[in-house]
């Protein structure tokens, strides 16, 4: 039963790969064009003071979905090693997944202020940036920090206002209006790069998952398989050894 059971399981993890393998090709396809708005949203750098400011929003992109490696749970832990340091210690967490959503509210429910699910059952669609964006933005968050496994600063509004440099001097006609849109545009802009990004990666993680899965199961069906012909082999010889002393009973 339990040699029976492993290698329905092999199948499951054997098709499951497959079909990661498939999404993983279009994730990818898809992550391409969308990393143009992570690189332009991030032209502009926070200045030093908003950098040490004292309110900060650390934005997690994970997904409702599990059997994929540890992506979601080492998520959680930079996060939250990241929140063990001083200046980051009354920072506050937006998850995007139930995954990061349970993990957090295990152990920094304190932190959790706000968590969005229906994430990675389907392709990111940017209106799904823009809607989590304003989310952030109506929360009244005016500094946020992206943290994933690469870490994308979100420049608030404030400092590109006060910003004069490389980028914005080179434009006359910038007013307030116009850098607030920039801000607003900038944030989804990174969200959905993230978003993008981390199902990609979750496709990628799964595909890996579902592999050693497979392998295990394999090695576990070897060793099943042995112990059954072992123990087979052993009942007939026992059934051979009453059969026979019978017969020499019997003489």
């Given at each position: 039963?339990?040699?029976?059971?492993?290698?329905?399981?092999?199948?499951?993890?054997?098709?499951?790969?497959?079909?990661?393998?498939?999404?993983?090709?279009?994730?990818?396809?898809?992550?391409?064009?969308?990393?143009?708005?992570?690189?332009?949203?991030?032209?502009?750098?926070?200045?030093?003071?908003?950098?040490?400011?004292?309110?900060?929003?650390?934005?997690?992109?994970?997904?409702?979905?599990?059997?994929?490696?540890?992506?979601?749970?080492?998520?959680?832990?930079?996060?939250?090693?990241?929140?063990?340091?001083?200046?980051?210690?009354?920072?506050?967490?937006?998850?995007?997944?139930?995954?990061?959503?349970?993990?957090?509210?295990?152990t920094h429910a304190?932190?959790?202020?706000?968590?969005?699910?229906?994430?990675?059952?389907?392709?990111?669609?940017?209106?799904?940036?823009t809607f989590i964006?304003?989310?952030?933005?109506?929360?009244?968050?005016?500094?946020?920090?992206?943290?994933?496994?690469?870490?994308?600063?979100?420049?608030?509004?404030?400092?590109?206002?006060?910003?004069?440099?490389?980028?914005?001097?080179?434009?006359?006609?910038?007013?307030?209006?116009?850098?607030?849109?920039?801000?607003?545009?900038?944030?989804?802009?990174?969200?959905?790069?993230?978003?993008?990004?981390?199902?990609?990666?979750?496709?990628?993680?799964?595909?890996?998952?579902?592999?050693?899965?497979?392998?295990?199961?394999?090695?576990?069906?070897?060793?099943?398989?042995?112990?059954?012909?072992?123990?087979?082999?052993?009942?007939?010889?026992?059934?051979?050894?009453?059969?026979?002393?019978?017969?020499?009973?019997?003489?």
């Amino acid at each position: 039963m339990r040699l029976r059971s492993v290698k329905n399981i092999q199948k499951i993890t054997k098709s499951m790969k497959m079909v990661s393998a498939a999404k993983f090709g279009r994730a990818e396809r898809e992550l391409r064009p969308a990393r143009v708005y992570g690189a332009g949203a991030s032209e502009i750098q926070p200045s030093e003071a908003e950098k040490t400011k004292p309110n900060k929003l650390i934005v997690v992109m994970s997904s409702d979905r599990g059997l994929c490696g540890g992506i979601h749970s080492n998520l959680v832990k930079a996060v939250k090693a990241a929140m063990t340091e001083k200046e980051d210690e009354n920072a506050k967490v937006v998850a995007c997944g139930e995954k990061s959503r349970q993990l957090f509210q295990r152990t920094h429910a304190d932190k959790l202020m706000m968590s969005f699910s229906e994430i990675g059952k389907k392709p990111p669609q940017f209106c799904e940036a823009t809607f989590i964006a304003q989310e952030i933005l109506d929360s009244g968050f005016q500094s946020v920090v992206s943290y994933k496994t690469l870490t994308k600063p979100l420049v608030s509004f404030d400092t590109l206002n006060a910003a004069s440099g490389e980028v914005l001097s080179s434009y006359d006609d910038l007013d307030s209006d116009v850098v607030k849109n920039y801000s607003e545009f900038s944030l989804a802009s990174l969200l959905f790069y993230g978003m993008k990004e981390g199902a990609c990666s979750e496709q990628s993680s799964r595909m890996t998952a579902m592999d050693s899965a497979s392998k295990n199961a394999g090695e576990m069906i070897d060793k099943l398989t042995l112990t059954y012909n072992r123990t087979r082999q052993a009942v007939i010889t026992k059934e051979l050894i009453e059969i026979i002393s019978g017969a020499a009973a019997l003489d």
